[in-house]
């Protein structure tokens, strides 16, 4: 049984559909105007209303945010547009072709499953779920409805990508031996307030929060940070690892996630309201292949505001393959010997600034198959995130010798590892922090943990809902 017929089979029974009508989708022709919504105002989304309505004959018609000052700005500049801040009145709009979703990820899924049952079609940032169910439920409603989902993952539309992937599927570079992705930036302390956040009155938290608890918030600013809050957000490896993951998934056609995982890591250094790690390294396998995905926000030691590299690089892709090593950041890349001495081919790109449009042209042909970046390799690739994720967050306190020993039979990793542990050394981290997780077993076909701890980390597959608000049982 393949994936997507195992998730259309297994997707369980419940309620939403009911909500709407399960309106059918306006017909296009060709040429007519396609209508779309953008929900979540912050940088992101106003950028992509900027996008959008930079395409010929497509026309942003509606606003929507929690946030009633964010969605005024916004509309400042979108002539005659609507302004809502509950998406569910977007649903009602019969001549509303596409929703694009741009919200905290834990919206995600629950925006594009209702959008699947109203006939319209998606385009939804990433990652594009916030845990493995909710990626299921999401292919499923796209299999049953027959929407055109696209992943925000904008470098599936950059040449550079598409070019390099072909060509390691069609064997130029041999096999692959092994694979990294890796996101190396600077981030700084979220904060800790003594007492809750007041949410402010132009935000209706209610709304704001949906599937997930109304908790208190100790963070000090609202919007953004809670990325690094993992109730809500991913963390780095969910806000950029996983652009990488995708970029990885599309180039070798992985269509289904790692058979194993084990991370280690920690929040270093801040003693804030965050518990998303800030250093994180996991080691996986897919089929034999050893892949590595790690993300770290600190320097390279106390006091210091200069930042490590990884093999000359800060953040993508790194494909070793029996006759090429292969290097791919955002908007290129090239292909060297496997010593890494000598240029093979470069591989030119623009970081795939035509993925709105890549996703207007699949709404006007009406073929799914046309997306750079449809919801199944979305679901996939921040699947990988979350399966690293769910080990650290499974882990317990470990010292670097332990790391080391439980992570040496990863052989790829190694260097990596060192790395890690002499970047904290220099950092003077308070070792207590560091955790290690378990080395878990997946099962791709079913997407579910087996063996040891697997009872432990089948219960981060899934998270309990507001009922109002949760993705349903049956799509």
């Known amino acids: 049984m393949n994936r997507r017929s195992f998730i259309i089979k297994t997707a369980a029974a419940a309620a939403f559909a009911s909500t709407y009508n399960l309106l059918p989708a306006r017909s296009l022709g ?12 912050q940088h992101k989304g106003r950028s992509l209303v900027d996008s959008f309505m930079a395409i010929p004959d497509v026309r942003v018609v509606a606003l929507c945010d929690v946030d009633s000052k964010a969605l005024d700005q916004a509309a400042e500049g979108v002539p005659n547009v609507k302004k809502v801040r509950d998406y569910r009145r977007l649903l009602e709009m019969n001549a509303l072709d596409a929703i694009v979703i741009v919200t905290p990820n834990h919206w995600h899924a629950a ?7 109203a006939g319209k079609h998606v385009y939804v940032e990433k990652p594009v779920s916030h845990c493995i169910w909710e990626g299921q439920q999401m292919c499923a409603a796209r299999e049953k409805y027959q929407r055109i989902i696209q992943a925000g993952t904008q470098h599936l539309s950059c040449p550079s990508i598409i070019e390099c992937g072909r060509d390691i599927r069609a064997g130029v570079y041999g096999k692959v031996r092994w694979a990294h992705c890796f996101k190396i930036n600077l981030r700084q302390s979220v904060g800790l307030r003594k ?18 608890p109304m908790t208190p918030i100790y963070r000090e600013r609202f919007h953004y940070d809670w990325h690094w809050d993992l109730r809500w957000g991913a ?5 950029w690892g996983v652009h990488y993951t995708s970029d990885l998934c599309d180039m070798l056609g992985w269509s289904s996630m790692p058979d ?23 080691a996986m396998k897919h089929q034999g292949i050893p892949l590595t995905v790690e993300i770290r926000n600190l320097t390279i030691a106390k006091d210091s505001n200069v930042m490590p590299a990884h093999m000359g690089m800060r953040n993508g892709v790194i494909i070793m393959c029996e006759n090429g090593l292969l290097k791919l950041s955002r ?4 292909a060297f010997t496997p010593d890494g001495k000598e240029v093979i081919k470069t591989y030119e790109g623009n970081g795939g600034a035509d993925h709105p449009a890549n996703f207007i042209a699949a709404i006007r042909a009406d ?13 996939i690739s921040s699947g990988i995130c979350h399966l690293a994720n769910i080990s650290y967050r499974l882990g317990t306190q470990a010292s670097p010798d332990e790391v080391r020993s439980r992570m040496r039979h990863y052989e790829n990793l190694r260097a990596t590892m060192d790395a890690h542990l002499h970047q904290l050394e220099a950092n003077e981290v308070d070792w207590s922090r560091l955790k290690l997780g378990p080395q878990l077993s997946f099962d791709p076909a079913t997407e579910t943990f087996t063996g040891n701890d697997a009872t432990e980390a089948n219960q981060f597959l899934r998270y309990e809902m507001r009922r109002e608000f949760a993705v349903p049982d049956q799509v």
């Open 367 to 379: 073929k799914h198959s046309m997306l750079n970046a449809p919801i199944e390799g979305g679901h």
């Open 111 to 117: 925006m594009t499953v209702a959008a699947c049952q």
């Open 331 to 334: 908007g290129g890349g090239r």
């Open 235 to 239: 963390g780095e490896m969910g806000n």
């Open 30 to 41: 060709a040429n007519e105007r396609v209508n779309i919504a953008v929900i979540g105002l």
């Open 260 to 282: 194993s995982v084990m991370s280690t890591g920690g929040r270093f250094l801040w003693d804030d309201a965050a518990d998303a790690p800030n250093m994180l390294l996991s």
């Open 195 to 212: 007492s809750p956040m007041p949410i402010p009155d132009h935000i209706d938290y209610n709304l704001w929060a949906g599937p997930t």
